[in-house]
């Protein structure tokens, strides 16, 4: 299988990049899994994989124009990333890639990315850093906006929580969806 392509409809004009873990499926209604031609399956039949984090982004102002989507990972593991022990080792391969992907595209460094999982959040940031667990970043009592910052991760970009998980929907995590609104107005 070939490896997934990054989304991005306007290289020039995107505000945020979304991250994703790699494109891994097993099957589709107990069938073979198709090849997907862009992270998460974007512009495909199959749009379970993105539809949730589309409508998160919707919710905050953000549409498919405003991104740049890519997974740590583009090409096809032999597990799911749930189910896979040695994820962490695969993206150490594919790290390098996605910071030259990443230096490419934006050089600057301005723009957040979102994380869309816990996991892939635990593995981009640096040794020694303690990251909160996701119900305490997207708890009401947290006052501010947590972001990992650029020198206390792998990226080297400021990191944002944006986790796929069901129990992150942001029609349920209201003050969140206020922070991210509010980073994106400061931008």
Known sequence: ??????????????????????????????????QLEYAFGILSDETRY????????NRIGLHL?????????????NEETGNNKDWEKQADKWLPHLKKE?????PLKK???????????KFLVNDGFTLPKAESIYSEQAGELFVVDQADNKLERNLIAFYRHPKYNLSKNEHYRNLLVELLKSK
Not at 2 to 31: E, H, M, W, Y
Not at 50 to 57: R, S
Not at 111 to 121: D, G, N, S
């Open 1 to 34: 299988m070939q490896n997934t392509k990054p989304f991005c409809l306007n290289p020039k004009k995107f505000k945020v990049f979304v991250l994703g873990a790699d494109p891994s499926n097993k099957t589709i209604n107990g069938k073979e899994a198709n």
């Open 50 to 57: 993105f539809e949730g984090i589309l409508k998160n982004l």
């Open 65 to 77: 124009e405003d991104l740049y989507v890519q997974n740590v990972i583009p090409e096809y593991l």
């Open 102 to 106: 990443l230096e490419y595209v934006e």
């Open 111 to 121: 723009k957040p990315v979102f994380i869309t999982a816990e996991r892939i959040m």
